[in-house]
């Protein structure tokens, strides 16, 4: 008796998976069969985990593809979700990535990185913020695509924001 609750989760965690489900823990399906509501965004959609880049935004003197490259590029070394939709964007548009050096991950903003010895950041406003570079000519559209349940990310060398990149799941 006391193997068949843990065999009993492991057995509902795997067929969970198999379905495309992905249980938090043991704990969460053992009281799943306790819910009588749930609550969804105001969209109404669940999200599927598997994150797409949905709009690329350029405010610099380079195009939608130089962007994608040097952003896919920074990314590569990342292991965050979102970097992966950005990595898939670019293989999906052929584009070859550059070699990157001295990648640092910043825990809760984005990444640094050096292209040909030069330094270009990824990540959040606050990121961008911290580094000097100037985003305001843009926050209405980073507004907008965060009102549309859209994830910007942010791209700039270490004088001027190069572009955004908004992600949604």
């Known amino acids: 008796l006391g193997l068949a609750t843990p065999v009993a989760i492991m057995v ?13 823990s043991a704990e969460a399906l053992e009281i799943a069969h306790t819910i009588q509501t749930v609550v969804l965004d105001k969209t109404g959609t669940i ?9 690329i935004i350029v405010n610099s003197d380079i195009n939608k593809n130089e962007l994608l490259k040097i952003a896919a590029s920074i990314e590569k070394p990342s292991e965050h979700p979102l970097s992966e939709a950005i990595i898939e964007k670019a293989k999906k548009e052929n584009i070859n990535l550059l ?9 809760g903003k984005g990444v640094r990185a050096e292209i040909n010895k030069k330094v270009y950041y990824a990540g959040n406003l606050s990121l961008m913020k911290e580094n000097d570079i100037d ?15 859209k994830t910007p990310l942010y791209f700039s060398d270490e004088n001027k924001l190069l572009g955004i990149i908004a992600v949604a799941d």
């Open 12 to 24: 509902g965690t795997g067929k969970g998976a198999e379905n495309g489900i992905l249980i938090k």
């Open 99 to 107: 070699k990157v050096d001295n990648f640092i991950s910043i825990t």
């Open 135 to 149: 985003c305001s000519n843009v926050d209405e559209v980073s507004d907008n695509l965060a009102n549309k349940g």
């Open 47 to 55: 999200t599927e985990g598997k994150p797409k880049v949905t709009d």
